[in-house]
Structures are given as structure tokens and as C-alpha cells.
């Protein structure tokens, strides 16, 4: 989605620049060490908004009301913190940020608590315990920050919760529960994770196919932890974890059967909606289950010799940034599918559900078989990287049926150009908020720390080309086919 939407935008003259400049702060930043960032935080009880600003030597923090004016601000010393990065925040109950700082390899924390009154900072230290555990991902949600980590020699995850002046240790044991490889051969919870690798997925944004065609994900939601596992091909196993009792669920949801018993599966988690994908190269199933009840809200199923009518894109085949090319035949994307790792990515605004589809080149494959007996098109391979991907995208209104419409930006896609154009923004942060996204940058030429507002869409009054219009996109965009 991302790659389609950013050619899209390269042929539309006027848009997507800079919607709207929110505050500006000069300040001149050294960052000949490297260890210079810009990070935003929004105190979800207050709505208060923070810009933390570390050069090599200092750091600012400044802190805005829910109006976006400036209401505070503190600077300070990085002494004894030079070797360490910003890795997360939290905040106390009288509105004062604490700042987790960490060197690269996550072996030393230190805790910084920053008084915005007194103009007094706190340091505390923890130490990860490396000995036995490796870092796997970190969350930020409702003003706690989280480290999930694998003990390398228990069958558990374990979870430590960052809050004020305290770090919580939580095992998640997973003894007892039952695992399986792609095979059904089972597996002790130690050898799935390792044959297994847990994906982060970013809740609030889109998530790349990079990213979706992973077999083990974890989502960071409101009260709980959400691991979806899609090794085995029958099913989707899912584990819920309560942030407050670390009680643990299993869930399975199974698989639409498919007339192959060879074939390739995937799911998506998103508002306690799991979205099911299997395909092999006779046929496509896609469905749509309630995770509460388990009742299926949508249940699609192409054959090789159907047209998919429910995509919102052409069949579509991208090699690195190089312009996409259409696949006119269902049979062939299928066959392009069943040769990579399927994936399905699932991203939602306030209006509707927009569904990417789609594989990648298997990490231990050889370039060149992503074309073996296809050849759709003739290209020479020898000038390209190996970032293939294959896709199509949907979209879902609110009553979950597949609807035709014009695809516009998101305003990630829109921030995404912006940086792309703009070569003086050298530290760069985005702060997603409910109704629009924050940019947060230092722009090296005027030495101003810059805040800009981003939303979803094209600037309404600047639309004057037509070939914005994704349902004539194919024909007017001129994709190679065969």
C-alpha cells in the first residue's frame, strides 16, 4: 500500500505538502556523536503533548497543553547518559515525564525522572538481566512503557512494566499450552519461538507486508496482550494476556478448508477482528471471524479461473521502488503467491477497513525462482534487488462490505513524501493522535525544532488532477502487462 500510495502521489502536482505548521522552537543542535533524537509523547489522561530533544550534549523538553501552546519547558544535561538512546517515557500523576534511557544493546537502562516545576531530574537505574533473557519488543500505552523479553531457558515470556519510579516483573508461562510447527510436528513453547520469531505490530498504523507475513505477532492493546501464531496451516492460535490479572487465554480459530491440502495461511488481529488468509495456487479463501463469539462476519472464496471483484487495486507485482506492474489473470497472481510468504495487512481510519494483500520472497529462497515458469512479463533481473513483493488492496466500509472508491492517503503516506522531499530534516519523530498525526523534526538550515499537523487524504482545494481517482488508476497510470 504504502509503495502504490507514494507513486501515486509523485504524478499528482500539488499535494501532500506540509498541511499545516503547528509550532516552531529554535534551538541549535549538536549531534556529531549520533545519539541526537526527537521523540513525542502525548500524556493520554491529560492530552498534553511532549517534545523531548536530545542533541550529544543536552537535552530539551518541552511540554504543550492539549491546544498545542506551549506551556513548559526544561533544559538540561545529558551528563552520564551520553552512550544512551531514548527508548520510551511515562508519566506520573502530576504530569512529569519520566525518560527511559538505554544504550543500544538494551544491557543498561537508567530511569530519568523530570520534575517540569521544580526543574529537578530523579536517575534511577535497572539493568536488564541479559544473563538469561533477550529483548523481543517494547510498547508505550496509557503512559506506561513496557519491555517484553524471552527467558532463554523457561518456557515463559516475561513482561516488565515501566511506571513512575518503578519496574514491575511479570512471567507469562506458556508450560502449558500446546505447540505446533508447520507440520503439526509439537513443540515446546522454546522451540516455537526460536523457529518462530515474535513480530511486533504497530496497533494505530499501517504495518508493511514486511512486517504481516510473520507466523508469530504481538499486539499492545488498551488492558491486554494479543499473540496471534500461524505456523500450523489449519488454524490461527491466539493467546490473550490481561495487563492486570496476567491471566493468560488460548483461543484457536480455524481455517476455511481449502480443496488443496498444500497451502499457505496467515491472519491479522484489529479490533478484536481476526482476518484470515489462505491461498494456494487453485484457489484465494479470505475470512473475517468475531474474536468474542467466533462467528464469521465475511467469507470470500476465489478460484484460479475467477475475477477477484472485491479488490480496490489491480493484481499488482513491485520490485524495489520500480513502478508496479499489473497481473491480469487471477491464476497468475496465484501462482506468484504460492512461491512467497503470504501476508495480510489490515489498517483502519474513522470511515473504513483498508486490507492489503499480498507475499514476499521466502527469506531462504533464490532470487531468481520468484520468476521460475512465470514469466508474466520479461524483466532483466540482474539490475534489481531482491524487495519483491505481489499485492492487492480492499476496502471495507462499515458494515463490512467490500466497497469501490478512491484511494487516498493516509497521513503517514503523506508524511512519508514530505520527508522525502524535504533533504534538510535531519532528526525526525511521528506522534499518532486520534484524529491526525504530529511531525515533529529539526530543520538543520533554519535550527528550529518544527511541529507539523498531517491527515489522512489529499488537500481538497489543491485535487485538480484526475489521475488521483484509483478506481481509473490502472489505465490512466499506464501498468505494464503482459
Known amino acids: 500500500m504504502k509503495k502504490l500510495l507514494f507513486i501515486l502521489v509523485l504524478i499528482c502536482k500539488s499535494t501532500l505538502f506540509g498541511q499545516t505548521i503547528l509550532n516552531s522552537y529554535p534551538i541549535n543542535m549538536r549531534n556529531s556523536g549520533g545519539y541526537g533524537q526527537i521523540i513525542n509523547a502525548e500524556n493520554t489522561k491529560t492530552h498534553d503533548v511532549f517534545a523531548f530533544i536530545a542533541d550529544d550534549k543536552n537535552l530539551t523538553i518541552l511540554q504543550y497543553n492539549k491546544a498545542l501552546f506551549l506551556t513548559n519547558e526544561l533544559r538540561t544535561s545529558r551528563s552520564n547518559i551520553e552512550d544512551k538512546f531514548i527508548i520510551g517515557y511515562s508519566f506520573d500523576e502530576d504530569r512529569n515525564p519520566t525518560i527511559y534511557w538505554s544504550t543500544e544493546d538494551f544491557k543498561s537502562i537508567v530511569l530519568i525522572k523530570y520534575d517540569m516545576t521544580n526543574k529537578v531530574i530523579k536517575p534511577l537505574k535497572f539493568s536488564f538481566p541479559y544473563s538469561k533473557e533477550y529483548f523481543i519488543a517494547s510498547f508505550q500505552k496509557n503512559n506506561i512503557y513496557y519491555i517484553l523479553a524471552k527467558d532463554s531457558a523457561e518456557q515463559t515470556l516475561t513482561l516488565y512494566k515501566f511506571k513512575d519510579e518503578t519496574v514491575e516483573e511479570k512471567p507469562l508461562d506458556f508450560s502449558a499450552f500446546t505447540f505446533q510447527n508447520k507440520n503439526t510436528q509439537f513443540l515446546t513453547f522454546n522451540q516455537f519461538i526460536r523457529e518462530y520469531p515474535i513480530e511486533k505490530i504497530e496497533v494505530q498504523d499501517y504495518n508493511p507486508l514486511s512486517r504481516s507475513i510473520k507466523k508469530s505477532k504481538v499486539y499492545m492493546l488498551d488492558n491486554r496482550l494479543v499473540l496471534t501464531f ?17 491471566e493468560i487465554k488460548e483461543k484457536n480459530f480455524p481455517q476455511s478448508l481449502s480443496e488443496k491440502p498444500k497451502k499457505l495461511s496467515n491472519s491479522f488481529f484489529l479490533d478484536d477482528k481476526v482476518f484470515q488468509i489462505n491461498t494456494n495456487q487453485e484457489e484465494l479463501l479470505l475470512d473475517i471471524k468475531n474474536y468474542n463469539t467466533g462467528e464469521t462476519i465475511k467469507s470470500v472464496k476465489i478460484s ?33 503467491l504460492s512461491g512467497l510468504d503470504l501476508g495480510i495487512s489490515v489498517f483502519k481510519n474513522n470511515q473504513n477497513t483498508y486490507i492489503t494483500l499480498g507475499g514476499i520472497p521466502k527469506e531462504e529462497r533464490p532470487y531468481y525462482s520468484f520468476y521460475d515458469d512465470l514469466q508474466p512479463f520479461q524483466i532483466n533481473l540482474s539490475q534489481f534487488g531482491q524487495n519483491q513483493t505481489v499485492y492487492f488492496e480492499s476496502i471495507l466500509d462499515s458494515n463490512f462490505e467490500f466497497i469501490q472508491q478512491r484511494q487516498e492517503p493516509f497521513a503517514s503516506d503523506n508524511i512519508y513524501y514530505f520527508l522525502d522531499t524535504n533533504k534538510k530534516i535531519t532528526l525526525q ?54
Open 429 to 482: 519523530n511521528t506522534l499518532i493522535l486520534e484524529n491526525y498525526s504530529i511531525l515533529s523534526y529539526y530543520d538543520s538550515s533554519a535550527k528550529q525544532f518544527i511541529m507539523r499537523k498531517f491527515t489522512d487524504g489529499f488537500i481538497p482545494d489543491e485535487i485538480t488532477n484526475p489521475l488521483i481517482d484509483k478506481a481509473v488508476f490502472s489505465k490512466s497510470f499506464k501498468f505494464d502487462t503482459p
Open 304 to 336: 484460479k479461473n475467477d475475477t477477484i471483484k472485491f479488490k480496490n487495486s489491480p493484481l499488482l507485482a513491485q520490485i524495489d521502488d520500480q513502478k508496479p506492474k499489473e497481473i491480469k489473470k487471477t491464476s497468475a497472481f496465484l501462482k506468484y
Open 230 to 246: 500461524d505456523q500450523n496451516p489449519a488454524k490461527t492460535q491466539i493467546f490473550e494476556v490481561n495487563l492486570e490479572t496476567y
